[in-house]
C-alpha cells in the first residue's frame, strides 16, 4: 500500500537522483568502450599471445563473478550510496593504474582488481534504482538506465579508436579520470539526498534462498544468463568470425552487424520499458525471448552478408525488449525497503556466468560441430528461459516479493524466510 501511495504521490515523474545515476551509468559505459579497442593492442604490445591477450579481458569478468556475493554484503551492511562512489573509484584507480603497467602481468592484476569495484557499482546502482524509482515507473526507469549504457557503449569505442592512434596508454588515463568525476558527482549530488540515505530502522532484507523461492525470480535468472550468454559473450566472440570464416566478408563488416544489433536494442529498449509499466513485465518478457531465440538461431543459418545483417536486427530487437523487463520484475520482486543487495548480486552473477562459459562452449561446438550448432545453442537458452516465465506469475503490482499476483503462497513464504 505504501509503494502505490508513493507512486500515485510522483505521478509520471522519475526522481531526479534517479537522472545522476543515469548520467554516471553512462560516463562509466563510455570508458568501458573507450578502452575497449587499447586493451587487447596494448596487452600484445608485452610479446604475448592471443591466449594471454584473451585472458586480460576475461580476468575482469571472472573478478565480477568472484565479488558479486561480497558486494551484495556491502550494499546491505553499508547501504548503496556508499559502495556506489567506492566502486567507481576503485574502478577509476584500476583503470588509471593499466596506464602505467610496466608488464604483461601488472597489466593483469590492475585490470582484474577494476572488476572487484564494477560489480560494486553495478550492484549498488540497481539496488538504488529498485529503491528510488516509483513502482509504476519501474519499467522505465530500467529502460533508461540500460539505454545509458548502450549509448555509451556505442560512443565510446569511436572515441578509443582515435585516442589509440595517439597512444595506448591514453584511453586508460581518460577512463579513470573520467570515472573519478563521475564518483564525485554522484557523492556531490546524492550526498544529501533524502531518498537515497541508507535505509534505517529494523528492515527485513531479502534473502537469496528466499527469493529463489519465488519462481519468477528463478525465470529472471534464466533469462539473464540467456543475456549473459547471447550479449554479452556469444556475440563479442562468435560473430566477428563468422562474418569473416563464413560468409567471407570483411572485420569491418563485422563492426557493422554489432552496431545493427545496437539500433535493434536501442529502436525498443524505453518502449518495453514503458510497455512493462502498463501491460506488466511478463509480456515483455516472453516477446523478448521469443524473438531473441529466433533471432540467436537465424544468425547461424545465413547465408549472407544481408540476412546475417537482418538477423543481428531481430536479435537486438529481442535483447532491448527484454532487459527493462526483467530488470523491472526483479526490482518488483525486492521491493522499495532497501536491503536487496545479495538478490541483486545473484541476479548479476547469472548474466556473468553466460557470458563467461557461452563463448567457451558455443566455441568448441563451432570447432567440433558448427557454426549452425552453436548459434542454435543460444537460441535455446532464450527458450529455456521462456518456457521458465510461461509458468512463472506476473510481478507488477506485487509488494516486494511478500506477495507475488497469481503466486500468493510462494510470497507468503518467502516474506516469512526474509523475517
Given at each position: ?29 563510455v ?24 585472458f ?119 577512463y ?11 557523492w ?15 528492515v ?32 563479442i ?54 524473438i ?7 544468425l ?8 546475417f ?73 532464450a527458450?529455456?528461459?521462456l ?10 503490482g506485487?509488494?516486494g ?8 503462497g ?10
Amino acid at each position: 500500500m505504501a509503494e502505490t501511495t508513493a507512486a500515485q504521490e510522483s505521478g509520471d515523474r522519475l526522481p531526479v537522483e534517479i537522472w545522476i545515476l543515469v548520467t554516471g551509468s553512462f560516463i562509466v559505459a563510455v570508458g568501458m568502450g573507450i578502452v575497449s579497442p587499447a586493451l587487447p593492442a596494448f596487452a600484445t604490445s608485452f610479446d604475448v599471445g592471443v591466449t594471454a591477450t584473451s585472458f586480460i579481458v576475461s580476468a575482469f569478468a571472472f573478478m565480477r563473478l568472484a565479488f558479486a556475493p561480497v558486494s551484495g554484503r556491502l550494499v546491505a551492511w553499508f547501504g548503496e550510496r556508499p559502495i556506489y562512489v567506492w566502486g567507481i573509484s576503485i574502478v577509476g584507480v584500476s583503470s588509471a593504474a593499466c596506464a602505467f603497467a610496466g608488464s604483461y602481468w601488472q597489466l593483469l592484476v590492475f585490470r582484474a582488481l577494476g572488476g572487484t569495484g564494477s560489480t560494486m557499482f553495478t550492484v549498488s546502482v540497481v539496488a538504488l534504482l529498485v529503491r528510488l524509482a516509483p513502482p509504476h515507473l519501474r519499467g522505465r526507469a530500467s529502460g533508461l538506465w540500460a539505454t545509458s549504457f548502450l549509448l555509451g557503449n556505442v560512443s565510446g569505442p569511436i572515441i578509443g579508436g582515435l585516442m589509440v592512434d595517439h597512444s595506448l596508454r591514453l584511453p586508460f588515463l581518460s577512463y579513470g579520470a573520467a570515472l573519478f568525476l563521475a564518483a564525485f558527482v554522484g557523492w556531490l549530488l546524492l550526498r544529501r539526498s533524502t531518498l537515497a540515505a541508507p535505509v534505517t530502522g529494523d528492515v527485513p532484507a531479502m534473502s537469496v534462498r528466499a527469493a529463489v523461492r519465488l519462481p519468477s525470480y528463478r525465470a529472471a535468472l534464466l533469462s539473464n544468463f540467456s543475456t549473459g550468454w547471447a550479449v554479452f559473450g556469444v556475440r563479442i566472440a562468435l560473430i566477428p568470425l563468422f562474418v569473416v570464416e563464413v560468409l567471407r566478408s570483411t572485420q569491418s563488416m563485422a563492426g557493422v552487424a554489432l552496431s545493427v544489433f545496437a539500433v535493434g536494442n536501442a529502436a525498443v529498449i524505453m518502449l518495453s520499458g514503458r510497455l512493462s509499466d502498463r501491460r506488466g513485465r511478463k509480456p515483455m518478457v516472453l516477446l523478448g525471448l521469443g524473438i531473441s531465440a529466433v533471432g540467436s538461431a537465424a544468425l547461424g543459418v545465413s547465408g549472407s552478408v544481408p540476412v546475417f545483417l537482418v538477423a543481428s536486427l531481430v536479435a537486438g530487437i529481442g535483447a532491448g525488449l527484454l532487459n527493462p523487463a526483467q530488470n523491472a520484475a526483479v526490482a518488483d520482486l525486492v521491493g522499495a525497503q532497501g536491503k536487496g543487495g545479495p538478490v541483486l548480486a545473484a541476479f548479476q552473477m547469472a548474466a556473468d556466468v553466460g557470458a563467461i562459459l557461452g563463448p567457451v562452449v558455443t566455441g568448441v561446438l563451432a570447432d567440433a560441430l558448427s557454426y549452425q550448432v552453436a548459434f542454435g545453442v543460444t537460441g535455446l537458452t532464450a527458450v529455456l528461459a521462456l518456457t521458465a516465465w510461461v509458468f512463472a506469475p506476473e510481478t507488477r503490482g506485487s509488494s516486494g516479493g511478500l506477495v507475488e499476483s497469481g503466486g500468493s503462497g510462494a510470497g507468503e513464504e518467502a516474506g516469512s524466510a526474509a523475517k
